[in-house]
């Protein structure tokens, strides 16, 4: 049985998670911001010959 409660429960969730995701996304510590360097080594392992 689906309530008034378990509709407002539900909607609050909702809108929490969306709401952490979104302060998370737009924080200066982003991953959009902030690229990863990654090192080139020089590498004798080829897929191509398998």
């Not at 969730?13 to 996304?25: E, K, N, R, T, Y």
């Not at 200066?28 to 990654?38: F, G």
């Not at 080594?41 to 897929?47: G, H, M, R, V």
Request: a negative charge; aromatic letters at 12%.
């Amino acid at each position: 049985m689906f309530t008034a409660y378990h509709a407002i429960m539900f909607a609050v969730l909702l809108i929490g998670g969306a709401g952490v995701i979104f302060q998370a996304s737009s924080g200066d510590d982003s991953l959009a911001n902030n690229t990863i360097p990654v090192k080139t080594t020089e590498s004798k392992f080829d897929l191509n010959t398998y």
